[in-house]
Nanobody
Framework: QVQLVESGGGLVQPGGSLRLSCTAS????????MAWYRQFPGKERELVAEISATGRANYADSVKDRFTMSRDNTKKMAYLQMNSLKPEDTAVYYC????????????????WGQGTQVTVSP
């Protein structure tokens, strides 16, 4: 089992910055992808950023050039640096980890954190 714990959320003014952290523990495989999602009230959870085991990151258009995702393979952590925050960034942010197990074919095991609230308000 893998456990994910997010931290770093809070209240920030528009234009401000936050850095979210995700700490993973448990049975993490050698190859794993990580991602940040967010969920607005009444909306479906959506991808914010993802980073592969090789360190290549991709971003949703809504956050591109404002958010930066990174990972620390030694600490089994992922980060989301959020700059130039807007009120529309207000959401619960979730960390996601995908364990990739290669046993002839790839098998993916997905884990989610409990989420951390980010509120952008004057």
């Amino acid at each position: 089992q893998v456990q994910l714990v997010e931290s770093g959320g809070g209240l920030v003014q528009p234009g401000g910055s936050l850095r979210l952290s995700c700490t993973a523990s448990g049975n993490i495989f050698a190859i794993y992808n990580m991602a940040w999602y967010r969920q607005f009230p009444g909306k479906e959870r959506e991808l914010v950023a993802e980073i592969s085991a090789t360190g290549r990151a991709n971003y949703a258009d809504s956050v591109k050039d404002r958010f930066t995702m990174s990972r620390d393979n030694t600490k089994k952590m992922a980060y989301l640096q959020m700059n130039s925050l807007k009120p529309e960034d207000t959401a619960v942010y979730y960390c996601k980890l995908e364990n990739i197990q290669w046993i002839g074919k790839a098998a993916t095991y997905v884990y989610w954190g409990q989420g951390t609230q980010v509120t952008v308000s004057p």
